[in-house]
Nanobody, 126 residues
Framework: QLQLVESGGGLVQPGGSLRLSCAAS????????IGWSRQAPGKEREGVSC????????KYSDSVKGRFTISRDNAKNMVYLQMNSLKPEDTAVYYC???????????????????WGRGTQVTVSS
């Protein structure tokens, strides 16, 4: 059974950068599209980025486009989210998720994903 563990969150000043990592175990990530979602207090979970199984398709929400970059290393069973030019509104718990649906990479809706990590907190504040 696929298990996902996020790391790399923390406190960063506005304009700073963080790199989130998602380590998979129990199954190869070769079979899955991967997404990053976030949830701020009092708000719904939002899909911010996703990548197809092959890595050939990536998608970003308008709120992070041009600042975040998703990547995957199937050999290491890892997925990453590089976050630059962070803003206070990026503050949230960030979740890594995996799903087998072919539409991942075209859309990043949280409902597409079946396996979820427990999340890592990102706080952007001066």
């Amino acid at each position: 059974q696929l298990q996902l563990v996020e790391s790399g969150g923390g406190l960063v000043q506005p304009g700073g950068s963080l790199r989130l990592s998602c380590a998979a175990s129990g199954s190869s990530l070769d079979y899955y599209g991967i997404g990053w979602s976030r949830q701020a207090p009092g708000k719904e979970r939002e899909g911010v980025s996703c990548i197809s199984r092959s890595g050939g398709r990536t998608k970003y929400s308008d709120s992070v486009k041009g600042r975040f970059t998703i990547s995957r290393d199937n050999a290491k069973n890892m997925v990453y989210l590089q976050m630059n030019s962070l803003k206070p509104e990026d503050t949230a718990v960030y979740y890594c998720a995996a799903g087998a649906r072919w539409t991942i990479g075209i859309t990043c809706a949280p409902a597409l994903f079946d396996s979820w990590g427990r999340g890592t907190q990102v706080t952007v504040s001066s």
